[in-house]
Structure formats: C-alpha cells, structure tokens
C-alpha cells in the first residue's frame, strides 16, 4: 500500500540553524501538508500546497518557514532560522483530489532545537 | 483555537466491551470530519470518516456517529481490542471547496487502553 514517507526520523539543530525536513507524497496525490505537534499539544496545521503554490498557511508559518516541491516526488519544509519552540513533531500528509478524500500522514519527523 | 474539543484525555475499556471517545465542535462551517489513530512515534493513521449529510457511518468495528445539532460527534469500538489502544484524534474540515480546503483542525486526542 502506498506510504508517505518522511526523512530524517529525527533531526537535532542548534537555534539559529536552517534545517529542511523532507516528504515523499503518495505518488497520485495533488495536495500537501504540514501540520506539527509540540509535545502534549495538538496536531497543528501549518500550511497547505497545491498546483506548487501555498493555498493556505497559518499563524505559525511566518517567514521563517518555506515549503518546496522541487522534483515532482518530494516535498520539503524549511526552517530558515530555528528557534527553541520549533522543537516539535513534524507531520507531512497528502490527498488525492476532490471533495472529501483522506489525508494520508507520513510517520513524522522530531525535530530537536537546542 | 478550540474549534474542535475531546474532553476526555483517556479511557480504559476492557476487552470485548464497547469504547466510545467523544468529540465537540463549535465551527458550525465544518462539514466533514474525521477519526485518526495514532501510536507513539508514528504519523496519524485514517480510520473513519463522516460528512455532514450523514449521521453514521460504519466500517467493520468502528462506526461514527454525528449529531449536527449538538455539534456533537462520537466513535464507537465494537468490540474493543487490546490492539485498538492508541490515541485517538479528532478532526474536521470543510468539504465544500474553499480557501481552507483540507486543512484539518484537529481534537487534543483521547488515550485509549483496552485491556484483556
């Protein structure tokens, strides 16, 4: 069965380093995300991508954070400057198209900034 | 954002008995909602869905049930199985096409154990 997959596992920077974090969509899926969850909060969504532009993107995706689709497969999000409460889970999910089809999530990445 | 509430942070079942995790929601623009199971260090993993032109909706142990006027929503385990112990999620959106289309708002989870 098709997967989204999520690379690194876990990734620990130092605050002020970039770091990217990186997604593979299922392969037939259109639309992309990121959510992200600090520990002992709740699944946030941060932004939404379709068509290779943002269609949505919360209060937390200042312009420290970026997303890219650079090859067709991949789907990043960047990290300019990290600081010490980005450390959170991380979450890219996908979905084909159409109303009401399901968003498949990846198995995250933890992100660690010291 | 409290839009979508689970005001149970756990439940313990035994197995072969029914486990029922609830949900709240305030944003009467939601349309479309959606059950996650989640175990530590893995990603949200889809279980059930329901829109809301429908008040059930079934998949072999699991069926969910939406009450639109309470703005209510709930999961029903039948039976529960030790392996069903996980997280659950919450999660609504809107299904009509929008600028918020497919951004998920999601419930702080309820801890579910069953045990044998």
């Known amino acids: 069965e098709p997967e989204v997959t999520q690379t690194p596992s876990h990734q620990v920077t130092q605050m002020g380093q970039e770091v990217i974090l990186r997604c593979v969509p299922i392969?037939?899926?259109?639309?992309f995300y990121w959510y992200r969850q600090i520990l002992g909060q709740k699944v946030e969504f941060l932004v939404s991508?379709?068509?290779?532009?943002?269609?949505?993107k919360s209060e937390i995706f200042d312009d420290q954070f970026s997303v890219e689709r650079p090859d067709g497969s991949n789907f990043t999000l960047k990290i300019r400057s990290t600081k010490l409460e980005d450390s959170a889970m991380y979450f890219c999910?996908?979905?084909?198209?159409?109303?009401?089809?399901?968003?498949?999530f990846g198995p995250g990445t933890r992100l660690t900034v010291l | 954002d409290q839009q979508v509430k689970q005001n149970s942070p756990s439940l313990s079942v035994q197995e072969g008995r029914i486990s029922i995790l609830n949900c709240d929601y305030t944003?009467?623009?939601?349309?479309?909602f959606l059950w996650y199971k989640k175990y530590p260090a893995e990603g949200p993993t889809f279980l059930i869905s329901?829109?809301?032109?429908?008040d059930k909706n079934e998949d072999g142990r699991f069926t969910v049930f939406l009450n639109k006027s309470a703005k209510h929503l709930s999961l029903h385990i039948v039976p529960s199985q030790p392996g069903d112990s996980a997280v659950y999620f919450c999660?609504?959106?809107?299904?009509?096409?929008?600028?918020?289309?497919?951004?998920?708002?999601f419930g702080q989870g309820t801890i579910l154990t069953v045990h044998p």
């Open positions: 999910a996908s979905q084909t198209s159409g109303v009401g089809d399901t968003q498949y």
């Open positions: 392969s037939n899926h259109l639309y």
């Open positions: 991508f379709y068509n290779n532009e943002i269609s949505e």
């Open positions: 944003n009467s623009m939601f349309d479309y």
């Open positions: 329901i829109s809301s032109i429908k």
């Open positions: 999660a609504a959106s809107l299904l009509i096409w929008s600028t918020s289309y497919g951004k998920l708002t």
